[in-house]
């Protein structure tokens, strides 16, 4: 697990060292570079030295002659199985990494090699031989790559922040990409906040020739094409429980000890109890401690369920208590990620990989996805109670959506209710989309300038989730085209980025076994009725694990792994938001009204509206600007130093390319 960074064209290759000291948080454990001068190619590595820990596991890596040069992030989970295969087939090792592995697969298989590998990755590999560059991102998105089309060529990596050292990328803002992170707190790929920088989709390679990029190609979707399992009931959860076990002991491959978070949901403790029957000894886990006097209204007491999964699976639970600045806390978080993604679930993430990072460990396997294969969320039980209302005729529909336009918003029932029914008269379709979106468009819209309504005046906010849709013609069945939505969109653009940076922010690496391509395929084919039973979510997760857990982890309600969001900020960031939406700030800006803003928050403050999070979309937009906009990469290499500073021990080094010949 590492950072990378790329440069492909007519610019100073010199500039690959300050692209890759951008990242080096990532991989506090070592560095390299290597340069092709004359067909104007740059790499750079910072390396998290997890398999194969000598020398030898050095990036960017060369194949035996020197054609081939790759600089790769994360890990290949079937290295061996691929090893052998390739050795068989006369190919000589001279390494222990999964990097090696992806070279000669390359030069066994060209670009295809990229459908061979089951693991995260996002990497970037030259062919001297023919002149071109293969650089790609894992089939679900699981580990970030952004990248730059310039009139001078390409230029790519880990992390937004490290292509902005290239003055020629330009600040304009896209205007679609801001209504997108109002909408759903997150921005759909391939849009960032930056016209010129695009995040690559996950399952998708670039093929670079020249400094242009001359193909932009899928080579992973998630299958669902409609068809579904056979067998009975008791095979599938049989065959459930296998995938999950096999793909928890893929995981493991380690040369460092690897521990887990532990939250005491069903996804958490599953991945531990796989850990223990894979035969780990005691799992060092982590979960939060939020104290004894946190509003359980806001963020539910996890720890005691914590606590009873790991002395039911005897693990050694460590617990991290929660008194985070949560002001400086944002401020650094907003640069952290990249991208102005408003959840604070992320200080949970970050907190934890700190301490295990301080107690040696650099990697923890995370339950994440669970609940985007499996149905886990409030809005899949939603989607399935339509069946009782959707039938009525569209006047009554009116009726509800109105029925609850006014409803208070100080409770979670109310809260819901009127999320519920405000998109009751939209076709089935659409409703369906709107199960994404944060707020109303009405709400959104009033707080634009004229000249950023203007610009959005045609633009359809469900687009983006729309075309998405369009992937999947022959999947009917609505809970499980809200499922591939979950897998393309809310997955990559918003869980696993703030995961990836958070635990990368303290070089840790975050394993994620439900994403495991064979159970994801698994969960695809299950059919929606044996995944979602009655009013039980992840009915097929929950009956394959009772063996394993017991009942009061399997059957407890779902909470989320967040912060108390609502109450900061009517209180602790009160401050906060007032000064960063003030009326001069927002006047100097240009992009939403003032006034408007400011009614917004008096009503948020007197519970009249549920907008906290559309505030702290507000201000982490403006956030983000000030960092990544305002003063260029000035600004943005003053708050690397104020974030990374001595981060993980890394100390300064001065570079020369001269004296890394080869990559290795």
Request: glycine residues 6%; negative net charge.
């Amino acid at each position: 697990m590492c950072g990378i960074a790329g440069i492909f064209g007519n610019f100073p290759l010199a500039r690959i060292y300050a692209m890759t000291r951008l990242v080096m948080h990532r991989g506090p454990d070592d560095e390299g570079f290597w340069a092709d001068e004359k067909n104007g190619v740059a790499l750079g590595h910072r390396r998290l030295s997890i398999i194969d820990l000598s020398a030898d596991g050095r990036q960017p890596l060369a194949n035996d002659d020197g054609t081939l040069q790759i600089t790769f992030n994360g890990e290949i989970y079937n290295y061996r199985e691929l090893r052998a295969e390739l050795e068989a087939r006369g190919y000589r090792f001279r390494t222990q990494t999964d990097t090696e592995t992806i070279l000669h697969l390359y030069d066994a298989e060209g670009d295809d090699c990229v459908k061979r590998l089951h693991g995260i990755f996002a990497f970037a590999l030259w062919d001297a031989r023919r002149q071109r560059m293969l650089v790609a991102r894992d089939h679900l998105g699981i580990k970030p790559l952004y990248y730059s089309e310039l009139p001078g060529g390409v230029v790519f990596g880990s992390e937004l922040k490290s292509l902005l050292v290239h003055p020629e990328i330009s600040r304009d803002l896209d205007h679609k990409a801001i209504h997108q992170y109002l909408s759903f707190i997150w921005s759909a790929a391939p849009h960032t906040m930056l016209r010129s920088v695009k995040k690559l989709e996950p399952g998708f390679r670039l093929i670079l020739e020249k400094g242009r990029i001359v193909r932009k190609e899928c080579f992973y979707d998630l299958p669902y094409d409609g068809t579904r399992l056979s067998g009975t009931r008791a095979e599938h959860l049989e065959q459930l429980h296998a995938l999950l076990a096999r793909a928890v002991e893929r995981q493991l491959v380690s040369d460092v000890p690897v521990g887990a978070f532990l939250s005491g949901g069903l996804d958490s403790t599953s991945v531990v109890a796989m850990m223990k029957r894979a035969g780990v000894q005691r799992p060092r886990c982590y979960t939060m401690n939020f104290g004894e006097d946190a509003p359980a209204d806001e963020n539910p007491h996890d720890l005691e369920f914590a606590r009873i999964a790991a002395t039911h699976l005897g693990a050694d639970l460590h617990e991290v208590h929660v008194e985070p600045d949560v002001v400086s806390f944002i401020e650094k978080m907003v640069y952290v990620l990249d991208e102005p993604q408003a959840d604070p679930a992320c200080i949970n993430v970050s907190l934890i990989a700190e301490q295990a990072r301080a107690d040696g460990f650099k990697v923890l396997l995370s339950g994440a996805g669970g609940d985007d294969i499996f149905t886990g969320y409030r809005r899949h039980l939603a989607l399935r109670l339509e069946k009782y209302w959707s039938w009525l005729p569209q006047p009554a529909r009116n009726v509800l959506a109105y029925g609850v336009k006014d409803l208070g918003v100080a409770g979670k029932f109310t809260r819901r209710l009127h999320k519920y029914f405000t998109n009751a008269p939209m076709s089935a379709e659409d409703r369906l989309l709107s199960y994404f979106v944060w707020n109303t468009e009405e709400v959104r819209r009033s707080l634009y300038t004229p000249e950023l309504a203007q610009s959005l005046a045609d633009y359809d906010t469900l687009e983006p989730l729309r075309e998405t849709l369009s992937r999947i013609p022959d999947e009917h069945d609505p809970l499980n085209r809200m499922l591939y939505l979950e897998a393309k969109h809310f997955l990559p653009d918003h869980n696993l980025n703030y995961t990836d940076k958070m635990s990368m922010l303290h070089g840790i690496e975050t394993r994620v076994p439900f994403l495991d391509l064979d159970l994801v395929r698994f969960a695809v084919h299950l059919a929606p009725n044996e995944k979602l039973v009655g009013r039980t979510l992840k009915a097929a997760f929950k009956d394959a694990m009772r063996g394993d857990l017991p009942s009061v982890i399997i059957d407890r309600p779902k909470t989320g792994f967040g912060a108390p969001l609502r109450r900061w900020i009517r209180h602790d960031l009160r401050e906060m938001v007032r000064d960063v939406l003030s009326e001069t700030s927002l006047r100097e800006r240009g992009l939403f009204d003032p006034a408007a803003v400011s009614r917004l928050i008096e009503r948020n403050e007197n519970q009249e509206v549920d907008a906290s999070y559309l505030i702290f979309s507000l201000m982490c937009i403006e956030m983000w600007l000030r960092n990544f906009v305002d003063e260029k990469q000035e600004l943005a290499a003053q708050t690397a130093q104020k974030c990374f500073a001595g981060a993980n021990g890394i100390a300064e080094t001065g570079f020369d390319l001269s004296t890394r010949p080869g990559g290795s």
